[in-house]
């Protein structure tokens, strides 16, 4: 069995994705390609304020996302993804397909307990 050393791939890319909702943020940015702080309101609306804005600025420092301000009379910040973070969607995209098997498991055992009864 191979263990993770000093160089590990997995924890690396960890590093860029993990906690609760950098993933979540990602596959939103992918789908929707730019995103102001009130679209992620309004997209994840069980995260906090400060959450969102402090996995905004760590996806900003890791090089993932690009911050675009729009300076007017009411300030406006936009996020992108850079082309570093586009490198992602294939990490994305296999979450993102493991969560709807998850959920057609999930369907499976919840018909076949209701029919057992």
């Given at each position: 069995?191979k ?31 730019v ?13 906090s304020?400060r ?20 300076v ?18 294939p ?16 369907v ?10």
């Amino acid at each position: 069995m191979k263990y993770c050393a000093d160089s590990c791939q997995v924890e690396d890319t960890l590093r860029f994705v993990a906690g609760k909702w950098k993933s979540v943020i990602l596959y939103r940015l992918f789908q929707e390609q730019v995103g102001r702080f009130s679209d992620f309101k309004r997209w994840l609306p069980r995260i906090s304020t400060r959450v969102l804005e402090r996995q905004l600025n760590e996806l900003v420092s890791d090089g993932l996302l690009e911050k675009r301000v729009y300076v007017a009379v009411q300030p406006q910040t936009e996020y992108r993804l850079t082309v570093f973070g586009q490198s992602l969607w294939p990490v994305i995209s296999a979450m993102e397909k493991w969560g709807q098997y998850y959920h057609q498991q999930r369907v499976a055992v919840t018909s076949a307990d209701a029919s057992a009864k």
